[in-house]
């Protein structure tokens, strides 16, 4: 292999998060160069970077506005076809648009932009042309071959783009596909009277926290903290909620929220923390306000409680300073 080719791979492989500049640097035995303190150059690239990002969004969220408006004062009026038209064929064509900005200018969030407002219409579309041409079953499989449709259009786009919105989408409309699935397969009645929402719950907040594992080094990275949050909420909400109803359970779900700070440590997560050590006082009290409430104890018990929580705070404070620091 020419030294050509090696430096292209190379660079494909730092852009694509494969690997990092500093593993290139330390294993070459390079010393990274001191950064320059930021001059007022820098300082205005910046200013201008993240002013253009926030317009961006403000944008995409004025333009899916102004459609749902003007979409729900003309929806009587425009028929079948105007309904998949200003749903359905509009969102793929802003996703067609996105796909094609990020071929050409992959380091342009234009691009992803568009895929925003695509991401945003196209489900709704979709079950907006799932309406119009359906016979009137009340059958939940269509509505959840929809959604796997769309989820494994967009893993597709995931896979040939590597952008985080388009990450974001797939994860968003896989969560829903698979509540749907399940759903669809033990039918509606069982599924709402049933412990399986609370199970299928905490399986999904367990996968997202696999997901930004898996997503450490990578152009998704940037995303870690926003699955950390939403992984670790699922779980602990979920079986939360399971233990109301059952004193093993209330047992069991002490030692979960006391992994649940372990892993803070280990991985370094601040919001895995603040949510465990928030449902670890939730569950204090939820526990002992259903035992102790009508004893005449119970005003010390809420003094105890109270110092309690203070050590769990300092506790927090400690960990996310000794171990957490300055990560995410």
């Not at 990092?20 to 201008?48: C, G, I, Y």
């Not at 896979?159 to 596909?177: E, Q, S």
Request: glycine share 10%; net charge positive.
């Amino acid at each position: 292999m020419h030294k050509e080719e090696l430096l292209q791979e190379l660079t494909v492989k730092i852009s694509t998060g494969e690997i990092s500049r500093d593993e290139v640097m330390s294993r070459l035995n390079f010393t990274a160069p001191v950064a320059p303190p930021p001059t007022n150059e820098t300082t205005k690239r910046f200013s201008r970077f993240s002013t253009m990002q926030v317009l961006y969004v403000i944008g995409a969220a004025i333009v899916i506005v102004g459609i749902v408006i003007f979409t729900a004062q003309v929806w009587e009026d425009i028929g079948l076809f105007g309904r998949i038209l200003t749903t359905l064929v509009l969102g793929l064509l802003m996703a067609g648009i996105g796909s094609m900005l990020l071929k050409e200018k992959p380091g342009n969030n234009l691009g992803a932009i568009f895929h925003f407002i695509g991401g945003v219409l196209i489900p709704f579309g979709a079950l907006v042309t799932l309406n119009e041409l359906s016979s009137g079953s009340s059958s939940l499989w269509p509505v959840a071959m929809v959604f796997g449709v769309i989820f494994a259009c967009y893993l597709l786009l995931h896979n040939a783009h590597r952008h985080p919105v388009l990450t974001c989408f797939a994860i968003a409309n896989g969560t829903v596909f698979f509540y749907l699935f399940a759903m669809a397969s033990i039918g509606e009645t069982y599924y709402r009277y049933s412990n399986l929402p609370i199970y299928l719950t905490a399986i999904i907040g367990i996968s997202y926290l696999l997901l930004a594992h898996a997503f450490r080094g990578t152009w998704n990275k940037i995303l870690i903290g926003a699955l950390h949050f939403l992984g670790i909420s699922g779980f602990l909400g979920a079986l939360f909620v399971r233990s109301l109803d059952s004193t093993p359970w209330q047992l069991f779900y002490f030692l979960i929220l006391l992994g649940g700070l372990f892993l803070a440590a280990y991985i370094k997560s601040r919001s895995i923390l603040a949510m465990s050590t928030l449902f670890l006082i939730i569950h204090i009290i939820s526990v002992t306000g259903r035992h102790f409430a009508a004893s005449l104890g119970w005003p010390l018990l809420l003094v105890l409680l109270g110092f309690i929580f203070i050590g769990l705070g300092y506790a927090s404070v400690t960990i996310n300073k000794r171990y957490i620091k300055n990560t995410g």
